[in-house]
């Protein structure tokens, strides 16, 4: 039996413009996501050169959660299979999308980079192709909003291929509210990394405010099982903005906390049950132990 390898793939925060890196809406106008991987990990241990079905996988956050654990898992599969190959991120990626793909799971592209390559990404989708951004924030923007950006599970895992079919099967049909609500989500992706570069804490709120715009004009039951939690922060001045992770309709949240509110925030999250998930930057993406 040939030595076993463990591969671990960090999941991500996705901060605006999730939903345009999947199809159609690239090919018909474009997406553009900004986002960013942290120290929770997906690890996959098999064999090198090991298909899917043959590797064992361990999750550091819930499956559901709208971390993009799919997506790293692929990452790390891909890595696994074409291990001494030598490819770069960007090809695992696209392993890892495909691996998605084949299955029949209707899923954009945005989870896959962020996984393979670590960091923050701003990327630009078109078609089937990923172009790669400039994008660096400035340092004390990463201290602001590692120190002010909570991730909370909800505890409520959501499907999301049942929330894509839903979503997409109106936008085929060509229902204004969903299209429009996409445009306002893949608009808001250049003000989060223009704020992020320049430190302009305002942009980064306002985005998040027209990315949650944009999710309720998508279909508003996406962000139920949020509010009862959310809005009395909001209401209250102890949260600035916030967004649902992922799909949404359930796992994550993105909270971001005013100046004062960070206590508050926590206390409310803790008291309706949900999980406070601890994080940090990952800047490195999937790598290999050892």
């Not at 074409?82 to 793909?101: C, I, R, T």
Request: glycine share 12%; hydrophobic share 40%; charged share 25%.
């Amino acid at each position: 039996m040939a030595p076993q390898i463990e591969v671990s793939a960090p999941v991500r925060v996705d901060l605006a413009g999730g939903w345009t890196d999947v199809g159609p809406y690239p090919t018909d106008f474009g997406g553009e996501v900004v986002n960013f991987t942290i120290n929770r990990y997906v690890r996959v241990t098999g064999e090198p050169g090991s298909e899917a079905k043959d590797v064992e996988s361990a999750f550091e956050v819930p499956r559901g959660s709208g971390l993009g654990t799919s997506s790293a898992m692929n990452v790390a599969v891909a890595a696994i299979m074409s291990h001494g190959e030598d490819k770069y991120p960007e090809e695992l990626a696209e392993m890892a999308f495909q691996l998605e793909a084949d299955l029949g799971n209707f899923c954009g592209r945005q989870d896959q980079w962020a996984s393979a390559r670590g960091g923050f990404n701003h990327l630009l989708f078109i078609g089937d192709s990923v172009e790669i951004m400039p994008f660096e924030p400035m340092r004390s923007a990463r201290i602001w909003l590692r120190k002010h950006l909570l991730v909370a599970y909800s505890g409520t895992s959501r499907r999301s291929g049942e929330i894509q079919d839903s979503v997409w099967g109106r936008y085929s049909e060509g229902n204004e509210s969903v299209i429009d609500g996409l445009q306002r989500i893949r608009a808001a992706a250049r003000p989060m990394a223009n704020g992020l570069q320049q430190d302009r804490r305002d942009l980064v709120v306002q985005s998040f405010k027209d990315v949650c715009e944009g999710v309720d004009m998508i279909d508003t039951t996406l962000h139920d099982p949020f509010r009862g939690v959310v809005e009395p922060l909001l209401d209250s001045g102890s949260l600035a903005a916030w967004k649902a992770l992922g799909a949404g309709g359930g796992g994550c949240a993105a909270l971001l906390c005013s100046p004062s509110g960070r206590d508050d925030a926590i206390a409310s999250i803790e008291g309706a049950g949900w999980e406070l998930i601890e994080w940090d930057y990952d800047d490195e993406g999937v790598r290999i132990a050892g």
